[in-house]
């Protein structure tokens, strides 16, 4: 077995990974900010396989506290930096978007997944690893009112590519899930019904075959 550390991982996209990877027998440490979500999710999975460490990602000392426990359980060979917001919704246009909502949105998904990844490299390296920092279209396409939200994920996707150049040893792949019923792209759509996107647990397959795979280092879309 192998250890992954899942961020965000109380409900969405992360718990559906979290679940597909400890069926496949993975050890997991998983962390949200709500501690009751985490823990419940922790109860749904098969029993042992998971350690819940709620927290904010933004805190040095919690992401300590993520590293410690995936020591403990032999040192983590798997971060998926899936923990996110999606900033002000209904989503503004950038002429409108508040400096102080993009700040966070930047030290959410931006900062707190490199600061977590650097963490991780020592022994991401020495057990020949992989990063997953999870993206979005959004990234890369200039969608109408996702200036805050798909410039954080660009930046993101950037420097996943700097890093899989300079980090030959280990995997990093940046993975656009493509749209899925998840409660933040509700709340990109506020009072449109998503129900046509497909459930987080479609793409899980597709992500464990990732893993299987391990092609090289680069931008990898699920659907």
Do not use: C
């Amino acid at each position: 077995m192998s250890v992954a550390i899942i961020t965000g991982a109380s409900r969405g996209l992360g718990l559906a990974l979290a679940t597909g990877l400890a069926d496949a027998g993975w050890r997991l440490v998983l962390t949200a900010r709500g501690a009751q979500a985490l823990d419940e999710a922790v109860r749904r999975l098969p029993a042992g396989s998971a350690v819940a460490v709620p927290g904010d990602v933004t805190d040095a000392w919690h992401r300590e506290a993520v590293l410690t426990a995936a020591d403990e359980l032999g040192g983590v060979d798997l971060l998926v930096n899936n923990a996110g917001i999606l900033g002000p919704s209904p989503l503004p246009p950038v002429a409108d978007l508040p400096l102080d909502a993009l700040r966070e949105v930047y030290e959410i998904n931006v900062l707190a997944p490199l600061a977590l990844a650097q963490a991780a490299l020592p022994t991401l390296r020495a057990r020949g690893g992989a990063l997953v920092n999870i993206s979005s279209d959004a990234a890369v396409v200039p969608y109408e009112g996702w200036g805050g939200y798909g410039s954080g994920k660009a930046a993101l996707d950037l420097l996943s590519g700097v890093l899989a150049v300079e980090e030959p040893t280990v995997r990093v792949w940046w993975v656009d899930p493509g749209d899925l019923r998840t409660r933040m792209h509700q709340d990109a759509y506020p009072g449109e019904d998503i129900s046509d996107r497909p459930e987080p647990e479609s793409v899980v397959p597709a992500f464990l075959k990732l893993l299987g795979d391990r092609p090289a280092s680069g931008r990898i879309r699920l659907t």
